[in-house]
């Protein structure tokens, strides 16, 4: 069974780069044609798409984030990785990574991982 | 990109039907047929209830089921249950090769 964890440091200061890990269980991350993605949350708001990760390598960003951001595939690791630079208290949040329900498919995730907050401050 | 639109709360008492709209534009819920559903519970991570607007992943109750007409998608929720109280989003591809979430919906059961 498919299972995604996050994991980076909690606290992160303003205009520093956070970078967070996907660590992947019960599937490869290259082997098969799925999507994998980042979704962040600020606290007490909604969903927000950060980017996604085709099993080539390849990405799509949103583009309010496109100039900061950077997701990757690290195959010996076993996982994909986030970094959103020059990072301000607006992106603090629950960042979940998730992967596609289904291959060749951009949409929706299905499974999660049960997220890590990160918080931006001095 | 901007968000989808999503009305803030439903609410519906045990046993009724309730429907949650979800309206883009044609980039993105009227172009592709993307569209899908999660609900969230308190402290939760989102749980995908519709993906392909109409599709339904294993183990998801037949009680949910999603449609589309023209720039808007729906989700209904037959047979409303306690448990089901929860928020709801939306989210679709776009034409930009995108993703876009709606603002979320919080379903109240009375």
């Known amino acids: 069974q498919l299972q995604l964890q996050e994991s980076g440091p909690g606290l992160v200061k303003p205009s520093e780069t956070l970078s967070l890990s996907c660590s992947i269980s019960g599937a490869s991350i290259t082997s098969s044609p799925y999507y994998w993605a980042w979704i962040r949350q600020p606290p007490g708001k909604g969903l927000e798409w950060i980017g996604s990760?085709?099993?080539?390598?390849?990405?799509d960003y949103n583009p309010s984030l496109k100039s900061r951001v950077a997701i990757s595939l690290d195959t010996s690791k076993k996982q994909f990785s986030l970094r959103l630079s020059s990072v301000a208290a607006a992106d603090t949040a629950l960042y979940y990574c998730?992967?596609?329900?289904?291959?060749?498919?951009?949409?929706?995730?299905?499974?999660w991982g049960q997220g890590t907050l990160v918080t931006v401050s001095s | 990109q901007s968000a989808l639109t999503q009305p803030a709360s439903v609410s519906g008492s045990p046993g009724q039907s309730i429907t949650i709209s979800c309206t883009g534009s044609s980039s993105d819920v009227g172009g592709y047929d993307y569209v899908s559903w999660y609900q969230q519970h308190p402290g939760k991570a989102p749980k995908l209830m519709i993906y392909?607007?109409?599709s339904r992943p294993s183990g998801v109750s037949n009680r949910f089921s999603g449609s589309k007409s023209g720039n808007t998608a729906s989700l209904t929720i037959s047979g409303l249950q306690a448990e089901d109280e929860a928020d709801y989003y939306c989210?679709?591809?776009?034409?930009?090769?995108?993703?876009?979430f709606g603002g979320g919906t919080n379903l109240t059961v009375l």
């Open positions: 990760v085709y099993y080539t390598g390849s990405t």
């Open positions: 392909d607007v109409n």
């Open positions: 998730a992967r596609a329900v289904r291959q060749f498919y951009p949409g929706g995730f299905d499974p």
């Open positions: 989210s679709s591809y776009t034409g930009s090769s995108t993703l876009v």
